[in-house]
């Protein structure tokens, strides 16, 4: 019997009724947390329990490839039963008006793109962002010990929540048997992308390959090859070595140069002997300490080509037996702390990590129109590179009870959507509504955090909304433009500048002092607040 031909997605369905409870079955759809070019990822509330998950909605128009991921979509149950602390879980699969969706566990909104400056990171920044590292590449191991390969690894699938960093996004990772070690689409990012890639080829060594694409990443502030297009970006992973800067540490060189070899057997032959090459151990829980800064002495890293002199690793622990289940350390997460929203309207660093350190007590603090300005220098910077490089920034949900809002709140959000449903701009409301302050500015760009950037409507709602924020803060450089058939360029700089507004909001509008400090700065008289 022939196979009965694949339904075909209605996306125009879907952006209809996906705000309606049960339009997946036992889930209330609240916000959107991201997209890409695979598909779309919300926030959803299982009804019952009243928990919290992420459900992606694959986006797949090519009909082959769209067989081939149906077909994939049917190994769920090998990716869904694995139980790892540094793994986004995978709880169910299903189908809706011809769209394939997974439904994962809600991991935060935070990934260690977040945390990436541009710049090398020094101290207690870069011991964390190593710690991230190595709690990914524990899930990673994970992954690859059941014969299933991520092929899609960079800072964006890394969402950190309470201090614990969990890979995210290999659902649709290729099953590879010992038997077969081709692949069927060709998968990834060009800046993480394994050199074999381009020849359909893979396995879990291209995991390696992009691990150390990031983990050079976390330690230069910047991918090891860029380019005016995706071809010239493969072809300089394919043939150019990375340039190594001078601040790394010999450790960090030699760990670099033997993951991104060109040759996948003059790599590290598992994640487990990565992670060894720090000194840590591989299978402890997902908090684990930082290993030592040098690693003891013991024998060579097994199953490996030897590298040449010049960049020889030092030698890491031997392997010990890994005991039959995964180590769980879920009682220990938690007691953790949500630590991602401890901004404070003083302190001179966004939620994303992306300014520079606090000021200590022994140095002046800057005044408030410096941190401003400092924070929008930074925050345009990570515009035009989400724009330069088609990055899908995520932005994160403001943390409104830290903000001590009035008990009217709700009152304030009305407000503010007669400005963002209007047909037309009119300042004379915009102005109405500056009136009312702080809580309205906060409403705002919590409404502009909720708002789709592929949906026409949505986004000009936006541009009412921006244009509404430039109004209250006298901050001109975050007004987006519209256009009537937008590219993935403005899509990207729509959620950045979203994100920017968020930043803004918790730097500058966090308590009714750092408002006030931003009217002036900005030469705006102090508003009365309702």
Same mark, same amino acid.
Not at 160 to 168: P, S
Not at 330 to 343: D, H, Q
């Given at each position: 019997?022939?196979?009965?031909?694949?339904?075909?997605?209605? %996306?125009?369905?879907? $952006?209809? @009724? $996906? /705000?309606?409870?049960?339009?997946?079955?036992?889930?209330?759809?609240?916000?959107?947390?991201?997209?890409? +070019?695979?598909?779309?990822?919300?926030?959803?509330?299982?009804?019952?329990?009243?928990?919290?998950?992420?459900?992606?909605?694959?986006?797949?128009?090519?009909?082959?490839?769209?067989?081939?991921?149906?077909?994939?979509?049917?190994?769920?149950? %090998?990716?869904?039963?694995?139980?790892?602390?540094?793994?986004?879980?995978?709880?169910?699969?299903?189908?809706?008006?011809?769209?394939?969706?997974?439904? +994962?566990?809600?991991?935060?909104?935070?990934?260690?793109?977040?945390?990436? =400056?541009?710049?090398?990171?020094?101290?207690? =920044?870069?011991?964390?962002? #190593?710690?991230?590292?190595?709690?990914?590449?524990?899930?990673?191991?994970?992954?690859?010990?059941?014969?299933?390969?991520?092929?899609?690894?960079?800072?964006?699938?890394?969402? &950190?929540?309470?201090?614990?960093?969990?890979?995210?996004?290999?659902?649709?990772?290729?099953?590879?048997?010992?038997?077969?070690?081709?692949?069927?689409?060709?998968?990834?990012t060009p800046y993480y992308m394994a050199p074999e890639m381009l020849q359909r080829r893979g396995d879990h060594r291209s995991d390696v390959y992009s691990a150390g694409v990031m983990l050079y990443?976390?330690? =230069?502030?910047?991918?090891?090859?860029?380019? @005016?297009?995706?071809?010239?970006?493969?072809?300089?992973?394919?043939?150019?070595?990375?340039? +190594?800067?001078?601040?790394?540490? !010999?450790?960090?060189?030699?760990?670099?140069?033997?993951?991104?070899?060109?040759?996948?057997?003059?790599?590290?032959?598992? #994640?487990?002997?990565?992670?060894?090459?720090?000194?840590?151990?591989?299978?402890?829980?997902?908090?684990?300490? &930082? !290993?030592? /800064?040098?690693?003891?002495?013991?024998?060579? #890293? !097994?199953?490996?080509?030897?590298?040449?002199?010049?960049?020889?690793?030092?030698?890491?622990?031997? /392997?010990?037996?890994?005991?039959?289940?995964?180590?769980?350390?879920?009682?220990?997460?938690?007691?953790?702390? %949500?630590?991602?929203?401890?901004?404070?309207?003083?302190?001179?660093?966004?939620?994303?990590?992306?300014?520079?350190?606090?000021?200590?007590?022994?140095?002046?603090?800057?005044?408030?129109?410096?941190?401003?300005?400092?924070?929008?220098?930074?925050?345009?910077?990570?515009? /035009?590179?989400?724009?330069?490089?088609?990055?899908?920034?995520?932005?994160?949900?403001?943390?409104?009870?830290? +903000?001590?809002?009035?008990?009217? $709140?709700?009152?304030?959000?009305?407000?503010?959507?007669?400005?963002?449903?209007?047909?037309?701009?009119?300042?004379?409301?915009?102005?109405?509504?500056?009136?009312?302050?702080?809580?309205?500015?906060?409403?705002?760009?919590?409404?502009?955090?909720?708002?789709?950037?592929?949906?026409?409507?949505?986004?000009?709602?936006?541009?009412?909304?921006?244009?509404?924020?430039?109004?209250?803060?006298?901050?001109?450089?975050?007004?987006?433009?519209?256009?009537?058939? !937008?590219?993935?360029?403005?899509?990207?700089?729509?959620?950045?500048?979203?994100?920017?507004?968020?930043?803004?909001?918790?730097?500058?509008?966090?308590?009714?002092?750092?408002?006030?400090?931003?009217?002036?700065?900005?030469?705006?008289?102090?508003?009365?607040?309702?």
């Open positions: 019997m022939a196979d009965a031909p694949l339904r075909l997605p209605d %996306w125009e369905a879907f $952006y209809r @009724d $996906y /705000r309606k409870p049960g339009y997946v079955p036992g889930f209330e759809i609240t916000t959107k947390l991201g997209g890409g +070019m695979s598909g779309q990822v919300f926030r959803a509330r299982r009804m019952s329990i009243g928990k919290d998950y992420a459900i992606k909605f694959l986006q797949v128009d090519d009909a082959e490839v769209r067989k081939a991921v149906v077909s994939e979509l049917e190994q769920v149950q %090998w990716f869904a039963q694995i139980d790892h602390p540094n793994l986004v879980s995978i709880e169910d699969r299903g189908e809706v008006d011809g769209i394939p969706y997974l439904v +994962m566990a809600f991991a935060g909104t935070e990934t260690l793109r977040d945390k990436l =400056t541009g710049s090398p990171p020094d101290g207690e =920044t870069k011991d964390d962002l #190593v710690r991230a590292f190595l709690q990914c590449c524990r899930g990673l191991a994970a992954l690859h010990e059941r014969s299933l390969v991520h092929f899609d690894i960079k800072p964006a699938n890394v969402f &950190l929540k309470g201090g614990v960093a969990r890979l995210g996004d290999y659902g649709l990772s290729k099953l590879v048997t010992h038997s077969r070690g081709s692949l069927s689409m060709g998968r990834g990443e976390i330690l =230069t502030g910047s991918v090891p090859f860029r380019g @005016d297009s995706e071809w010239e970006v493969l072809r300089k992973h394919e043939n150019e070595p990375p340039a +190594m800067p001078a601040h790394l540490s !010999p450790r960090e060189v030699a760990i670099l140069q033997r993951c991104l070899q060109k040759d996948p057997a003059a790599r590290f032959q598992s #994640v487990h002997d990565l992670i060894a090459a720090f000194g840590a151990p591989a299978g402890v829980g997902a908090a684990a300490p &930082l !290993p030592p /800064r040098e690693p003891p002495a013991v024998a060579a #890293v !097994p199953g490996c080509v030897p590298p040449s002199p010049a960049m020889a690793v030092p030698p890491p622990l031997p /392997r010990r037996r890994r005991a039959g289940g995964v180590v769980l350390a879920v009682g220990a997460v938690l007691f953790v702390m %949500w630590s991602a929203y401890a901004v404070r309207g003083s302190s001179l660093v966004g939620e994303s990590g992306s300014l520079t350190a606090t000021a200590s007590p022994s140095r002046p603090k800057p005044a408030a129109g410096d941190r401003t300005t400092k924070l929008l220098a930074q925050v345009q910077r990570d515009v /035009r590179s989400a724009v330069e490089r088609e990055t899908r920034i995520e932005p994160r949900e403001l943390d409104l009870q830290r +903000m001590a809002l009035p008990r009217d $709140y709700a009152a304030y959000r009305d407000e503010v959507g007669t400005v963002a449903r209007a047909r037309a701009w009119s300042s004379g409301l915009a102005t109405k509504v500056e009136r009312l302050g702080r809580p309205a500015f906060v409403a705002a760009v919590e409404a502009l955090l909720t708002l789709d950037a592929d949906d026409e409507e949505h986004r000009r709602r936006a541009a009412n909304l921006q244009r509404l924020l430039a109004q209250m803060s006298a901050i001109e450089g975050l007004v987006d433009e519209v256009r009537d058939e !937008p590219c993935e360029a403005d899509a990207c700089r729509f959620l950045a500048i979203a994100d920017g507004w968020r930043r803004v909001a918790v730097v500058c509008a966090d308590t009714d002092a750092s408002w006030q400090q931003l009217l002036a700065r900005t030469g705006k008289a102090a508003k009365v607040e309702r």
